[in-house]
């Protein structure tokens, strides 16, 4: 060894801190990111609301509805674990156990915090590959999970729209109601596109020159989703899961606008959230955080929310929906990284830990 060149554990330590120092240095970018994000939407609407009536409505909140909120959120993260571990065994798929799906959804929803922007879906992917899905059966579950949240979450929205668009007002929400009809075509063409003939088809095509695999992903997830639509007695986990999420989630959101004395009826919470909140934090780069405040905000707007209760009542919820998400996956930043390592590998043994 080289005079003064330091022992293979002292530079192994030193890597680590290296390391360890450097995924720090990430996390605290990433909330200082998603913090300026969402400073600049809030001091944006605000300016529009009116600085003056924004702290008017904040000093009168009433925060035991913040309790409510807490709670829902915290039910929402149980109820998707429940619907990943449900959906992971359909057709024969792999097993989770409910502890396992816990700490996967626990990263996931904060996976943005840990070592990239990805959003949590690769997280879910990563875990299947090591609980020894290979790459298609994985893929497939994880669009199918994901097709399945707006499969619950679409006809909810299409019976608030047309509930909205026949009352008494409905001709003033055209614009937001009318286009959730498109929900009835779209589901007949899923079915249609996830026939066995079809799908045989393009798998083999897909074997033969290793091409279309996006769209053979996407029908790999529409022919899960077909299992759990057309035979829900065999799938009641991941269905109920799905709903159960949905519920807390619009639970929260309503609560929290209470807080601020907001009256709104719950089809316009339904139809404010599907359309403000589109694609689900976990799809999205950084939570989505900036976009979804903005659009959720604007959709409870042009449904009758007074913009400043809106506003205030979306950042209480995207509190708990989102800041709060932090905190488990700082914790499990550990988890996180073992989630990853075993999907690269197909190793079990890291996630059954």
């Not at 070592?115 to 290979?134: N, T």
């Not at 279309?212 to 759990?228: E, K, M, P, S």
């Not at 976009?291 to 409870?300: D, G, I, K, P, Y």
Request: charged content about 15%.
């Amino acid at each position: 060894m080289p005079d003064g060149a330091p022992p293979p554990e002292s530079a192994s330590r030193l890597t680590a801190t290296a390391r360890s120092l450097w995924r720090m240095r990430q996390r605290v970018f990433f909330v200082l990111l998603c913090a300026i994000a969402a400073y600049d939407v809030g001091v944006w609407v605000a300016g529009i609301a009116g600085h003056a009536r924004v702290v008017d409505v904040l000093v009168s909140a009433n925060p035991v509805w913040f309790a409510a909120s807490f709670g829902a959120q915290t039910v929402a993260y149980l109820a998707y674990a429940l619907a990943l571990q449900g959906t992971a065994r359909v057709d024969d798929g792999p097993r989770l156990s409910f502890r396992q799906a816990v700490r996967v959804v626990a990263a996931g929803f904060g996976a943005y915090f840990a070592r990239s922007a990805k959003g949590g879906f690769e997280l879910d992917y990563r875990a299947l590959r090591g609980a020894g899905a290979r790459r298609q059966e994985a893929m497939a579950r994880v669009v199918g999970l994901g097709m399945l949240e707006y499969a619950v979450l679409a006809p909810a929205a299409l019976g608030a729209a047309m509930w909205i668009f026949l009352g008494s007002h409905g001709n003033r929400y055209a614009a937001l109601t009318l286009p959730w009809l498109a929900v009835v075509p779209g589901f007949a063409l899923a079915l249609w596109l996830t026939n066995d003939d079809r799908r045989r088809r393009l798998q083999a095509r897909r074997d033969e020159g290793g091409r279309h695999t996006a769209v053979a992903d996407a029908i790999g997830g529409l022919t899960i989703l077909r299992q759990l639509l057309l035979a829900p007695h065999r799938h009641l986990r991941p269905l109920l899961g799905t709903s159960a999420y949905w519920f807390c989630e619009l639970l929260c959101l309503w609560a929290s606008l209470r807080a601020f004395h907001a009256e709104v009826a719950i089809p316009a919470v339904v139809l404010a959230y599907a359309t403000g909140y589109v694609i689900s934090r976990r799809g999205l780069p950084l939570g989505g955080i900036g976009v979804t405040e903005a659009f959720l905000t604007f959709s409870l707007f042009w449904l009758g929310v007074p913009l400043t209760k809106a506003l205030l009542g979306v950042f209480a919820y995207r509190a708990f929906n989102f800041w709060l998400a932090l905190l488990p996956a700082a914790v499990l930043g550990p988890t996180v990284r073992d989630i990853r390592e075993s999907g690269a590998t197909g190793a079990h043994d890291k996630l059954a830990a």
